[in-house]
Structure formats: structure tokens, C-alpha cells
């Protein structure tokens, strides 16, 4: 059976050195990007490579909470002039931008590889990923921004139309930095609304690069401002902000909750939120398992387990589970783990020390609540680790699906999966379900009629049949239900999030007729 690039024995890479690491890509200073001006701040943190602890990427400005309101006065300030160019100006500059990724898609890919530690194939996907987003919302500029609907009277013109909002606050993760801001930022500033963007602490290099992108894109002072921080002070003052009108946030559940709950104090902010899941592959007894155990394998340990689409549940029929797991333990003893920016590896660093400690309580927990352990991951120590944030997966079993378990339940955003035997189809969906999370889910059957079950009963907001759970495309909506999110997605799906629809009729008649039989005589 063909492997996956880098599904090779795990193996001590060489001595980390300087060939990975050209003298210009370290140490580059980022700046807040306020009405456009590059502004340092107070106080600053390092950007650290999860590779090796010991090269700093860049030194990063915490925006103050003055800061923060003074980037969001710019974008309420560049509001008006801005909405009043028309959708076609607005893409045309968005197609600036598409053309410049593509002019710096290899540089972009390696600093993506560089501060957030997943392969560079992956690297350049998410950079590709934000490529084909520029691309979609310039083409959407050109289309239907609304339409005529009929009347109830012959003599009048209805409409629906869509209005920008007005400030939108954008807050991102660190692990796709280029591409997830651009599902939200894009589909924003297309519509005519103003941006404030504050990206993730862990990949604030990447962000000032996209900054300095949007800059020579030609976008005007206010339009788009990026603030840099930490999410309890810089986060925090932009989500509570009142002339921020919509905040658009992809993250964890707690923050996600935070920020809905203070939204809900200010009755004009709208809140999109993209969470966490507990997702998972369900192999059905009739699972091609060439095809089950790739989509396993790439569902669990594409960027570490740091996806929130990341499968870390196999729910698989006992008819096939033995099977199955030979072959999906198989694999996994043969990942290759490593720097990515080589070009054999599959499975980069986690990101930051916390990870790795969060990954061993989910370890520890899983132990504590009765799994049977088949693969158990160690953090990776070695002379060529040592410096980096590097473990190994973590794979268990249980033989009957065990509810009320922390392990089983609580999103782990790492290399940690439970194989879960079930009997049948209705066992697999209920316990897909028995989670607070929902969003993505893949089922691996020949049979389309057991597909379309899952397909009704599972809740989800994306769905696979014979893939990975992951596997994003621009067009297409993002988002999830119950705690992963609350069902207004990112990428395809954000223009309805950034605007209003508002009804709009002309009267062509020289009196007026009212629909409902209502009449202007006295």
C-alpha cells in the first residue's frame, strides 16, 4: 500500500542548522498597522519557531487598549468613502492582493512552515488556500449583489439588497495564520465594510507580512488595520469596543463564549464564531480500508492534530475494527516527525510547550479512564528534538464506546486518538454525536444509502464520505453547530454575516396602491 508523503519510519532527523533558516527570515520586527501607519508599542513579545525554541522569529508590539480604539476610529472613519465604491472597485483591489500572494507564494510559504511548525506542504497549502480566497471574492465582486422580487402590486419594484455593516473585528488562530483571515477580512472589506484584525500571538510575523501585503494592495488608510496582542488585553478591548459592529472570530469554545456573551450586551453586534470539535472517521463494516485508514491517518495528524476538523475519534464497526487498526497502527508507527521545512516530513512540531502539556493531561486521562493503549507517544527528547515542541502520536482503543469520559468528549488539538468499536450504523452516529461539539465529520462506506444516514443524523456542519474530515475549499461554507460554533460560517458563508439585507421598492404609479387591499381614501 502506497504511503503518504512522509509515512515513513520515525527517525532522528539531522542536526537542525542554518540551512533552514536563511539570516533574513529571523528576527524581523512587526508593527501595528494603524490608518496606515507601521506603530510600535510599550511593550513587546517574541515570536518563537515551535521547531527550535531557540530561533526567534521576530519581536512583536502588544497594542494597548488606546491603540486598539484608535484602529478601530480609523475604520469607522474610512467607512463612509469606502462603502461608496462600488463592489467591482472594491474586488479590483482584492485582485491586487491575490496577485501579489502568488508572486510571494513560496517566501509566505516557508514563513507560514517557520512560526507555526506544519509541513511545508502544508505551509504552502494554507498560502495557496488564502490564494484561491483573494481570487473567489475578487470574481464574487462581479456578480449579483442582490435581486429583484415581484410585488404584490404590478406597479412597484422590489428589491433585496445587501449593506455593508460597518466596522467588523476579525480575530484569527495561529494555525492557518495567511489563509483563516482572509475568510473573514475578505468577504468584509468586499462588501464595503472596515476592518480591525488582531491575529494570534503565536503568529504575529506571519500577520505583519499579510499586513505589509494589503498595504501594497492599494487598500486606502482605515480600511484594513491589524493590531497585534494577547486576547485578554488587545482581544478584549476589540471585542468590546461599541463601534466595533461585528466581531468575527475563529478559536476555542471558551473564548468563543466570552465573546458571545459580551456581544450580547450591545444589541446592534452581530458575533460569527468558528470552534473547537471532537471530530471523528466513522468506518462502517462495508469501509473500503484503503481508503479508511489514509483518511484516518491524514484526518488525525495533519499539523500535528491542531486543526479543529481533526478527527480523534475512530468510531469503527467491530467487523472490520481488528483489521483496521493493524493496519491504521501500521502507519502511524512509520510518521515521520521533524522540521517541515524538510520535505520528508508529516508531522511538524505542536506549537508551543503548553500544547505539549495539554496533550499529556488528554494522555494521562485517556490512561486514568481505562483505554487500551496501542501507540504510546512520547515527547520526543533526542538531539535533534530537543529544542522544538515535538511528540509522537498517541493512539488507544476502546473496545465498547465509554460515555461520561473526559478523554472521549474534550477536544485534545494533538496527535491523540481514541479507536472507538461500535456495532452498526445507528451505535456509530449516536455516539458521534455524544459530544458538545459539531463540526466536521467523515464516514468512510461503499453504500450511498448508509452515507445519507449519517449524512441526516450526524450533527455537523461538514460532512465527507470516503476522505479525511478535513479538507476546506474557499467556496464552500465553514462553520459548525452546538459548541463549535453557532451556525454562521466563515469563507463562503461570511457575506451574510458582514451585511444587511434590506428591502428596497419603487413606486412606478401615479397613486398609491397598497399590498393587503389598504387604500389611501379617507
Known sequence: MPCEPGVGRIRAQQTMSSVLIHPTEAGVTAQNYINGEWLASD?????LNPANR???VGTVPVASRSQVRDAVLAAKAAFPAWK????VQRGEIVDNLSQLIKRDLEELSRMVTIECGKPINEGRADVVEALHMAQYVAGLSRLPIGHAISSEIPAKDAYILRKPKGVVGVITPWNFPFAIPLWGILPAVLAGNTVVFKPSEETPIVAHKLAKLFEEAGFPRGVINTVHGFGEDTGDALVKDPDVNVMLFTGSLAVGKMIQQSAASEVHKFVVTEMGGKNATIVLEDANLDIAVNAAVLGAFKTSGQRCVTSGRMIVDKKVEAQFTERFLEKVKRIVIGDGLRDDVFMGPLISQEGVKKWQ???AKAKEEGGEILFDG????????????FVEPFVYRFASYKPDTFCLKEEAFSPHVAIIGVDGIEEAVRVYNDTKYGLAMAVITEDYRKFRYVRDNADYGLGYVNLPSIGAEV???FGGVKGSGNGHPAAEGAIEAVTHKVAFTVNHAHEIVMAQGLSTTL
Open 54 to 56: 531557540n530561533h526567534v
Open 378 to 389: 512520547q515527547v520526543l527528547t533526542g538531539p535533534d528534538h530537543a529544542n522544538g515542541n
Open 361 to 363: 493531561h488528554h494522555n
Open 43 to 47: 511593550s513587546t513579545f517574541q515570536s
Open 84 to 87: 461608496n465604491k462600488s463592489w
Open 475 to 477: 467556496h464552500l461554507p
